[in-house]
């Protein structure tokens, strides 16, 4: 099992000692480091100042909103991080949902999974440098010659010969569908809410990719690189303390984000059996009852989501975990010390 340092995206302003954060994380073993997006701060600029002074962690963003650039402005970025770190670039990606790509990105939505396997496919394209870039699908044509078009555009290979053709290219994704096809065409998955219960759910859809035709990887080879809260406390006190804390995370996941009737979070939920659970959360949520709707959530929930216990119970939930196919923890540390104390439990 691997452990990459999540440090997320920013809040209201930038946030304090990510560079003591990131230097522990490089001297205590961590595999890799990541970066988000949302609607401020983006994923690539603060994985390159801050990544400038380590030597040995990955790269990773989890994740690229893809709506937000053009496949080969993403893959520039991709191929000049590759350079500047030496080949330690991890691309993750994802389609975020329709709020934020049609009311920040002004794109639309439809077609996900379509429009996700187009800008794959034309990433590794200009990656591998081997012609010219030329896309005939419908979401990213290239040249462009729709509305507006000057019939100037001309293919293009990228100027910069990219370090790794290579580059792994890691996809966010839940339904069942789009986890197939994460399995098919691509090296990792960043599920939000793979847990050890939850984990016989995806499965088969993931089966089912690795057995499509020309699938890109085996069971093998993929990784799988799971997001959790994990905390080493001294007793079960301190374990219920921060199980508390946490439900208002999972209420805001399961209640509060997207659209009230497309929230891809709480269908997942739904899908590991709460959905009654999930509608009476997001009914308070959304009507503005927020602590009545943290109230519904249960610890068992929370316990399933998150590593929350004594030092043994942390390393016993973790090979959990790794017994389900997780390759890497992606966790969220405050501090130095408390990255130092993980690696040391899990060492």
């Known amino acids: 099992m691997k452990l990459g340092l999540q440090l997320g995206y920013w809040g ?27 609607w401020g701060s983006d994923a690539f600029t603060p994985l390159a100042w801050w990544g400038r002074e380590t030597t040995r962690l990955r790269l990773g963003t989890s994740i690229v909103q893809m709506s937000g650039r053009t496949p080969t402005s993403i893959a520039m970025h991709a191929l000049t991080l590759d350079h500047l770190s030496g080949g330690r670039m991890v691309l993750g990606m994802g389609v975020s949902g329709p709020q934020v790509v049609e009311g920040w990105y002004g794109q639309p939505f439809a077609k996900p999974l379509a429009r996700t396997r187009e800008v794959v496919d034309i990433i590794r394209k200009v990656l591998a440098r081997e012609a010219p870039v030329i896309n005939d699908g419908p979401h990213h044509p290239m040249p462009y010659a729709g509305p507006g078009a000057t019939g100037l555009g001309k293919p293009l290979k990228p100027i910069v010969h990219p370090l790794r053709a290579n580059i792994p290219i890691w996809l966010g994704a839940e339904g069942p569908k789009n986890v197939a096809q994460t399995a098919e065409i691509a090296d990792g998955w960043i599920p939000i809410f793979h847990t050890p219960r939850s984990a016989g759910m995806y499965q088969p859809w993931l089966d089912e990719g690795f057995a499509r035709p020309g699938a890109r990887r085996t069971r093998a080879d993929f990784e799988i690189a799971a997001t959790c809260h994990l905390e080493i406390v001294e007793d079960a006190a301190g374990k219920q303390a921060v199980i508390d804390a946490m439900k208002p995370f999972v209420a805001l996941y399961m209640g509060g984000m997207g659209a009230k009737d497309q929230n891809f979070h709480k269908q997942v939920f739904e899908r590991m059996g709460h959905a009654e659970l999930a509608a009476q959360v997001q009914e308070l949520y ?20 998150h590593i929350i216990g004594t030092a043994g119970e942390v390393r016993e939930r973790v090979a959990q975990w790794e017994e389900t196919g997780v390759t890497t923890l992606l966790l969220s540390c405050r501090s130095a010390d408390e990255v130092r104390r993980v690696a040391e439990v899990l060492a």
């Not at 209201?12 to 988000?36: K, Y």
């Not at 959304?286 to 989501?305: C, F, R, S, Y």
Request: charged residues 30%; aromatic residues 4%; without cysteine.
């Open 12 to 38: 209201a302003q930038p946030p304090t000692g990510v560079a003591e954060l990131v230097a522990a994380a490089e001297d205590a073993g961590f595999d890799a480091v990541f970066t988000a997006e949302a």
């Open 286 to 305: 959304l009507t503005g009852e927020k602590d009545k709707a943290t109230a519904l959530i249960p610890d068992e929930l929370v316990d399933d989501m």
